[in-house]
């Protein structure tokens, strides 16, 4: 995604999305110091709403035209749930993401990113990385140099990622996890906080400790995952 596109983004205002998911607070301050103007928070579902008051929020009921004219972004964790969010934003009127990186995450210039991705305070970005859209990558994480991370992946507070590391679409990596060099791990694949992750991962499995190992296969994946 070219880099004026976040310039786009910034000018014109995005909309929050799926206010009960609480790392939409991270987001919401991500905006502030981005100077990313909020149009409106939209929930999605009844239930606690996670954003400050200073944020206009919106029952589905209450779009308007001028609201859906804007990019929305998803700060759900879990693949699943961001994939279903983004396919009920589309039923409501909404077209396409918005990425949006919070300033304190050091992005090397040779970055890629697709549309709808949130990179959250202190993560690092290293050179001719390509993220995929709807990736969502938590605090403090680090992705190392060539890296390939897929379409709806989800990488945890604290995780490393060395260089030419392979992530297949709708993966979660949970917190403080370490995936060393030229590792790949499959699409659908559940990493265990804390694992440090040796040789692949097959799609679809969970893989946990040190060395990480799959525990369990066949497991659904974001694909199979509802809200």
Known sequence: MPRGTFRKDREQGIVLYAVGSPLIIDAEESCAR?????????????????????????????????????????????????????????????????????????????????????????????????????????????????????????IGPGAVLAGNVTVGSGTMIGAGTVVLPEVEIGSNAVIAAGSVVRSPIPSNSLAAGNPCRVTRTGIPGYKGMSV
């Open 34 to 154: 981005a100077g990313v103007r909020i149009i409106a928070g939209v929930r999605n579902f009844n239930g606690p709403v996670y954003v400050t008051d200073s944020i206009r929020v919106v029952d589905l009921t209450e779009l308007t035209d001028a609201d859906r004219a804007h990019a929305v972004l998803i700060a759900l964790f879990a693949p699943g749930n961001r994939r279903a969010a983004f396919e009920d934003a589309r039923r409501a009127g909404f077209s396409r993401g918005a990425t949006v990186i919070d300033p304190t995450s050091p992005i090397a210039r040779s970055a890629e990113f697709g549309q709808g991705v949130y990179i959250n305070a202190g993560a690092v970005i290293a050179g001719a990385c390509r993220l995929g859209d709807w990736v969502v990558v938590n605090r403090s994480a680090s992705i190392g140099h060539h890296a390939l991370i897929a379409d709806y992946v989800s």
